[in-house]
């Protein structure tokens, strides 16, 4: 009897996946068993037990409910976007002519794609679960009640890993079989993130768990939350938790709890099978390709501040270059996001410095990521420049002048009207506070570009890509540390005297290494 | 009398609002069993969409195809079994061994597990990769990975097989390696090919006969010799350029003539 097909394509899947440890793959399932029965009978219930007093408070205080819907939220939430968005960071659709090719439905595929990458959310799944079982065995619970508990979980985590998987594959379609697609998929990998970021930061910083003591406001949230099946079940668990070992207390609303969330399991099942003819199709989704416009008044000023001749050209070339790519676009939206969640979550009127430190870090991150495009179009790009007369010298000239053109601007509006909302600030500040950011973004754009050319990233998947990022804010991190406790400096001379000469004096080093390298990468 | 193993009638797919491109026009067409069949024509013109049409890969517009008499339209799983695809510019899964891949492959189009492992066996043998079948594919080059996507269109062996731009990306070693599997395929296994490129010598050693295609409509049908004759030229890639029309040799250096262009 032939295998079905959805096992073959679920084993490629997990041979794909565990390409890296094939010398360990006969093993692999044995040792991530043991590991994770290590975990869930001695680990968690070792670690509740410091703080169980803690814990059977919370089960039973008013809290509850909301926190453990926010909870299972977040994670039913991860699940749907952690396939989408490793599907969008690399759109690839090439395979799919052969498997189309051969006699398989594309349900199959779908099935077998889901199965196979299953194993990996699962340890996932298992830790959060022996986390929860073990925070709530000592409540008195009985077998029936943890064993739907844990049925619960694996309900509501893979209800959604399927939800992501089938539009994870309905996106890659739709948006793999162009370039612009592509890059749209890119853009959006990153950007889905951020209301996921937005709730941890508002739980973190935001004090959203203390309010939700509160009645009015865990109610509020309940009642927005409740209608997600992820809050479905957290309301069952909760009920057990309320009535530990008297699962007939609780049986009606147990009941139609857990039947909505084992039928909204099986809807998005038939749902989702019956879109597999849309996730997997080489039909064309368009024709319409990308259509440059004559230079409008904003090329024409940028020429002109290049000079208006061939350096001109070429600036206007590299800028169009870096804004034409969504990817680019989304790195600065990602940026400026988190710097608008950490001000609305982490930022208190009592401490107006507090939006500074945040700038001194996060606004490098915007400049190496600015920076980082000058190597991730590939080496052949930077040959075209070897090629030419001076080519390396006014390329890294556009490059710099671009990253400015791009990152000083968007610092400079952040800083201002971060400065602003910090009561009684007067012009002169507001000047300063903005001058002195856009002076050490400015060095930073250097610095960073420098950086990318001495230590070039090909691919944003490229260990370089994430050491470069890395790196750029935390030199500052470390400089600030040192400058604040060893020298006890206050945090405007920190920045006056020692970050911005440090920044400029970084950035002109590693640019003209940057430059050197340039010449004779190979 | 020649068996039949594709007819094609009036098979279309268009694009687009109200069909505007039309990527296959109404293609008429019958390749032969044990034929090597030609499907020639500039980039763009419509033969990579016809291959995939006709391995069900996307439907028709109008029109349909029977491959060893099954029905594209009715019989998509019988006429996957039938064929093999070498693809213009497939993806392979990188982080697979050579091994894995094919037994990936085998395993899809239902090759019994008796005999999987020996024709894996024998197909690396014959590609010269059996030293390398566990290296993973993304270390592979470019004719190897070829060679690869070959023996997965043959894992099945499959009566007709589709090659889609076969020598395109090949070094000439790699290419001769190639035209010589595909004469041997047909002269020596019987199997039906359908060869689609615009490599022309390719397509004039290899095919018994050959079709033109352009905007998708088929446009001239015959072998090599009939063809040329039709178009009273000396050599198919004069006839070739008669057909589907090119750029005048005189107005090739135009450019040149521009105030200053030659400096």
Not at chain 1, 202 to 207: K, N
Not at chain 2, 46 to 75: M, S, W
């Amino acid at each position: 009897m032939p295998v079905p097909k959805w096992f073959v394509v679920a084993r490629n899947e997990y041979l794909i996946r565990t390409s890296k440890i094939r010398k360990i793959r006969p093993y692999f399932p044995f040792l991530v068993i043991g590991l994770l029965t290590i975990y869930v009978a001695f680990i968690t219930p070792a670690f509740v037990n410091l703080f169980i007093d803690e814990f059977i408070a919370f089960f039973l205080s008013q809290a509850a409910v909301a926190v453990v819907e926010i909870i299972l939220f977040l994670i039913f939430f991860y699940f749907i976007i952690i396939p989408i968005s490793n599907t969008l960071k690399e759109v690839q659709t090439e395979q799919q002519e052969i498997v189309l090719a051969a006699p398989i439905k594309p349900s199959d595929i779908l099935l077998g794609e889901f199965l196979g990458v299953m194993p990996f959310y699962a340890i996932a799944a298992i830790v959060i679960i022996g986390l929860f079982t073990a925070v709530l065995n000592p409540l008195g619970l009985d077998m029936v009640q943890i064993g739907m508990i844990i049925i619960i979980f694996i309900v509501t985590f893979f209800s959604a890993l399927w939800i992501g998987t089938v539009i994870a594959a309905i996106l890659r379609t739709k948006f793999g079989k162009t370039a612009r697609g592509k890059d749209i998929g890119k853009a959006l990998s990153l950007i889905i993130a951020l209301p996921a970021i937005g709730l941890m930061y508002a739980i973190i910083g935001g004090g959203l768990l203390e309010a939700l003591a509160d009645p009015g406001t865990s109610g509020m949230v309940e009642a927005i939350l409740g209608l997600l099946p992820s809050s479905w079940g957290a309301e069952v668990i909760i009920s057990f938790a309320s009535n530990p070992g008297n699962i007939t207390a609780v049986g009606f609303e147990t009941l139609t709890r857990f039947g909505g969330l084992v039928a909204f399991f099986v809807a998005t099942l038939w749902l989702g099978a019956k879109a597999a003819n849309r996730a997997y199709s080489l039909e064309p989704t368009t024709f319409i390709s990308s259509r440059a416009k004559p230079d409008g008044v904003f090329y024409k000023t940028i020429k002109y501040l290049g000079g208006g001749g061939s350096f001109g050209t070429l600036l206007v070339s590299t800028f169009k270059g870096y804004s034409r790519r969504l990817q680019n676009l989304s790195y600065i939206a990602y940026v400026v996001g988190l710097l608008v969640l950490v001000t609305v979550f982490f930022m208190q009127p009592d401490y107006p410095e507090d939006a500074t430190i945040m700038g001194m870090f996060l606004f490098p991150i915007l400049a190496a990521f600015v920076a980082s495009d000058v190597t991730l179009r590939g080496k052949d790009t930077l040959f075209i420049y070897r090629k030419t007369p001076s080519g390396v010298g006014r390329f890294v000239k556009a490059r710099l002048v671009q990253g400015w053109i791009v990152v000083v601007p968007i610092t400079g509006a952040i800083t201002a009207v971060s400065t602003i909302l910090i009561p009684q600030t007067t012009f002169i500040s507001l000047l300063t506070n903005t001058g002195i950011m856009m002076l050490f973004v400015a060095a930073n754009v250097a610095f960073a570009l420098g950086l990318f050319l001495l230590n070039p990233a090909f691919s944003d998947k490229s260990g370089n890509f994430i050491f470069n990022i890395f790196i750029v804010p935390n030199v500052w991190l470390g400089i600030f540390i040192i400058s604040i406790l060893v020298f006890d400096l206050p945090l405007l001379d920190s920045l006056f005297y020692v970050m911005i000469p440090l920044s400029w004096l970084l950035g002109i080093v590693f640019l003209y290494l940057g430059k050197r390298k340039l010449s004779r990468i190979e | 009398m020649k068996k039949v193993l594709i007819h094609i009638e009036e098979l279309s797919k268009y694009y687009g609002k109200g069909g505007e491109i039309k990527a296959v026009d109404e293609l008429e067409l019958e390749v032969y069993e044990g034929e090597t069949f030609g499907l020639l024509g500039p980039n763009g013109a419509g033969k990579t969409t016809t291959v995939r049409l006709l391995n069900c890969i996307i439907k028709p517009t109008r029109g349909t195809a029977t491959v060893n008499g099954y029905d594209i339209l009715k019989e998509e799983t019988e006429v996957k079994r039938v064929t093999g695809l070498l693809a213009e510019s497939p993806g392979l899964y990188e982080k697979l061994s050579a091994y894995e891949f094919l037994k990936f492959m085998g395993a899809l189009y239902d090759v019994s597990r008796d005999i999987l492992p020996e024709r894996i066996d024998d197909l690396l043998k014959l590609f010269s990769l059996d030293d390398r079948r566990d290296y993973l594919l993304e270390g592979y080059s470019r004719g190897m990975k070829q060679k690869v996507l070959i023996a997965a269109a043959l894992i099945h062996d499959p009566p007709i097989l589709f090659f889609d731009e076969p020598t395109s990306m090949l070094d000439p070693r790699a290419a001769l390696m190639v035209k010589n599997l595909i004469k041997g395929l047909a002269d020596r296994a019987g199997k039906t090919i359908f060869i689609c490129s615009h490599i022309l010598p390719i397509v004039e050693e290899l095919c018994d006969r050959i079709g033109i295609i352009n905007q998708g409509k088929l446009i001239a049908l015959g072998t090599v010799d009939e063809i040329i004759a039709q178009t009273e030229k000396k050599t198919l890639e004069d006839a070739f350029i008669a057909i589907t029309g090119g750029v005048e040799e005189r107005e090739l250096l135009a450019w040149r003539e521009q105030k200053g262009a030659s400096t």
